[in-house]
């Protein structure tokens, strides 16, 4: 009775789909990046005081204040004594009031309807049809969510089945998200690989979703098609004539739209615009309008918000078959409801201060300058690595990141082989352990075979990011010298 038994749940008895999944944004390098803090915590000496986390878009870790609006009415629906404050404005206290009436027990620690707090969604609906010029939103077919990440997720197990050759198909940009990736694993489906464009600044090209399709359809059946607008890695904005191409191919082709637009507010560059799918494709009438399946994403993760950690966000979904929307229904009811400080801050979000309100100025204060540094630094980005010899970077157009291409010598490729790593895995983690400096290698969103690249965020501060950028280009010369 005494002996070691086996147990029961083993690398060799657990479900093969999850040990599948990869997520590199935070991979082996940011686990690395972890030890080094607590190494220098315990007083190690480095050739470095700090470890700059340029890794993920988590924007208030880079030091971005949060919006003094959004966290005013949170607080004030988290902690309802304060409504009693002379602190703070009757406009905040004006919507924190009707939030909590909206909830269960007036409390926000009550659950909340599986889709979301009714008010909120209508809330939601009300943006979506501003944005889009008037085109009609319906609050049935909005569901809030934990994040975007948690509705995409959500909408491909409602697309994945089959077995062998009749196993759903999902095409995704590569460079991706890895999130989809992720997911893809995770659920068994098959990851179906289309080349945005790095000599046209990452375009997406439909004649490169064709050749992906058909290659595709020998063994898999492809269902739906994954765009991610702004581009994450890679920081483009695509054109309404993209848009419009786009949205008949998967139309002609029988393809599930689904439109990541996490970064709709993160736009700089000039002659650059969001538009978004749904308002696309309900202007280009019919028959696309009427029967083309999309789902697009929002979260108060990005933007000017940059709230991560309270997990906000929604999916709006237009011409999905009527008996498929009742079981997303079902599918989210599992998980009860999405987190309430986040549907607080998304309904802030959604609908901020108008111009007769108290707190309208300070919030358009706080927003436009976070979105013209966010600008600025986009620009000073591309700037310093196309300066630098062996990197060339394209313009970040918008969301949070640059994703340059760099040169790596063939004795540097050679090395990475023979230490089992991806050369521009073996390049960012000789980086972080030289300089402290934390960037994921493009290696984990995928890149065309014999081209090498890192995605680094464009959020740290200006005063620190201009040294940041010429200590990596710096290092990369150094680097190239050392393997030539």
Request: net charge neutral.
């Amino acid at each position: 009775m005494n002996e070691l038994r086996e147990k029961v749940l083993t690398l060799d008895t657990m479900n093969l789909c999850v040990r599948r999944v990869e997520y590199a944004v935070r991979g082996p390098i940011v686990l690395r990046a972890l030890e080094l803090e607590q190494e220098l915590r315990q007083g190690v000496k480095k050739p470095f005081t700090e470890v700059v986390r340029a890794n993920i878009g988590d924007a208030q870790a880079m030091g971005q204040k949060p919006i003094t609006f959004l966290r005013q009415v949170l607080a004030l629906c988290v902690h309802p004594d304060l409504l009693k404050s002379p602190d703070f404005p009757a406009d905040a206290k004006r919507r924190a009031e009707r939030i909590l009436q909206a909830c269960g027990g007036h409390s926000l620690g009550a659950y909340s309807v599986s889709s979301g707090i009714q008010l909120i969604r209508e809330d939601v609906a009300r943006y979506i049809q501003r944005r889009d010029g008037g085109i009609p939103a319906d609050p049935n077919n909005i569901f809030l969510s934990t994040g975007a990440s948690d509705a995409i997720v959500t909408v491909l197990k409602l697309l994945v089945s089959g077995e062998g050759r009749t196993r759903t198909g999902v095409l995704i940009p590569i460079p991706q998200y890895p999130l989809y990736s992720a997911a893809l694993a995770e659920l068994n489906a098959v990851q179906v690989d289309y080349y945005l464009d790095e000599q046209r600044a990452w375009a997406l090209d439909v004649a490169e979703l064709r050749r992906a399709l058909h290659q595709a359809r020998d063994h898999c059946r492809p269902r739906a098609l994954c765009i991610i607008n702004p581009g994450n890695p890679t920081g483009q904005v695509q054109t309404r004539e993209c848009i419009e191409a786009v949205i008949r191919f998967a139309f002609e082709e029988r393809l599930f739209l689904m439109a990541d637009e996490v970064y709709q507010d993160n736009v700089y560059a000039e002659g650059s615009q969001f538009h978004s799918f749904k308002k696309v494709l309900m202007e280009m009438g019919p028959p696309y309008a009427a029967q083309q399946e999309l789902a697009s994403f929002h979260s108060i993760s990005k933007g000017y918000m940059g709230e991560c950690g309270f997990r906000g966000g929604y999916v709006e979904v237009v011409n999905m078959d009527a008996a498929v929307q009742q079981q997303m229904q079902k599918l989210i009811s599992v998980r009860l409801c999405p987190p309430l400080p986040g549907q607080v801050l998304l309904h802030v979000a959604v609908s901020p201060p108008e111009p007769s309100d108290p707190s309208f100025a300070q919030f358009q204060a706080e927003r436009q300058v976070v979105l013209a540094q966010l600008a600025a630094k986009a620009k000073l980005t591309e700037q310093v690595f196309n300066e630098a010899p062996g990197i060339r970077c394209n313009p970040v157009q918008g969301a949070m990141y640059s994703f340059p291409c760099m040169q790596l010598p063939p004795r540097a490729v050679q090395r990475a082989q023979e230490l089992g790593l991806a050369p521009d895995m073996f390049f960012c983690m000789s980086l972080l352990e030289e300089t402290g400096i934390c960037v994921v290698p493009g290696s984990g969103f995928g890149q065309r075979e014999g081209t090498y690249h890192f995605r680094m965020t464009i959020l740290p501060p200006m005063e620190k990011l201009r040294p940041l950028l010429e200590k990596l280009s710096q290092f990369h010369t150094k680097f190239t010298r050392e393997y030539s």
